[in-house]
């Protein structure tokens, strides 16, 4: 069964960069999530999106912005990046159109390193 | 806010029954879901709990009191692949669109030994 698909998985910065990571959600899943995971930390909600607009904003800073293109895919900008940016950052899908109660399905995720 | 307790670590024997408890305090409740995690990889969905009761699928089962704000994971013929990280994780949302992410407590570090 496809699942979700982030890009890059792995990626490395300098302080004060910026950085895009892409989602690719499971076909016909309607919203998508973006979660921020430091070392030995349980992941954080930053935003999500439900049907391309966005519909809730967790611990995302004003650097960070996200969107959800017409294809359903998303994309985390984060520009002066920070060395306590440094994490792995999930993107999640769901079905939540019709039904009462879905998962979350994660990728793979990305792993950000500021130097 | 939302406040999900669990144990920071458990030890069991490799063919032994473990239970993980999860306690929490939420704002709304519209669900209890169990991840499995291992390190540096992706949160695997394990069971969620809408209603009071019991769910079994295979040898993971979740159980949920919504009265108390009291969930369990029981895993069961414990296996060495079965040493990660499980979370508990809250849902609030009721509303198409609105707040269902999912809002995870600190996890419990498995180990399981030969």
């Known amino acids: 069964a496809a699942g979700v698909i982030q890009s890059p998985r792995h990626l490395i910065k300098e302080k004060r960069e910026t950085a895009t990571l892409k989602c690719y959600p499971i076909p016909r899943h309607d919203t998508v999530y973006w979660y921020q995971q430091g070392p030995g930390q349980d992941p954080q909600f930053l935003i999500s999106?439900?049907?391309?607009?966005?519909?809730d904003k967790g611990s995302i800073p004003d650097r960070f912005s996200a969107q959800q293109f017409s294809d359903y895919h998303s994309e985390l900008n984060m520009s002066s990046l920070e060395l306590g940016d440094s994490a792995l950052y999930f993107c999640a899908s769901s079905r939540d159109r019709g039904l009462d109660v879905s998962p979350l399905h994660f990728g793979n995720g990305t792993r950000l390193t500021v130097t | 806010g939302q406040n999900i307790d669990q144990p920071t670590e458990m030890t069991a024997t490799e063919g032994a029954i473990v239970q993980i408890n999860c306690t929490y305090q939420t704002s709304g409740f519209n669900g209890l879901f169990w991840y499995q995690q291992h390190a540096g990889e992706a949160p695997t969905f394990l069971s969620y709990?809408?209603?009071?009761g019991l769910e079994e699928k295979g040898r993971f089962s979740s159980f949920l009191s919504r009265s108390k704000g009291y969930s369990y994971l029981l895993l069961k013929e414990l296996q060495m692949k079965d040493s990660a990280s499980y979370l508990c994780a809250v849902r609030v949302g009721i509303s198409s669109g609105s707040a269902r992410q999912l809002t995870f407590g600190s996890g419990t570090q498995l180990t399981v030994l030969p």
């Open positions: 709990n809408v209603l009071d």
């Open positions: 999106f439900y049907e391309k607009m966005q519909s």
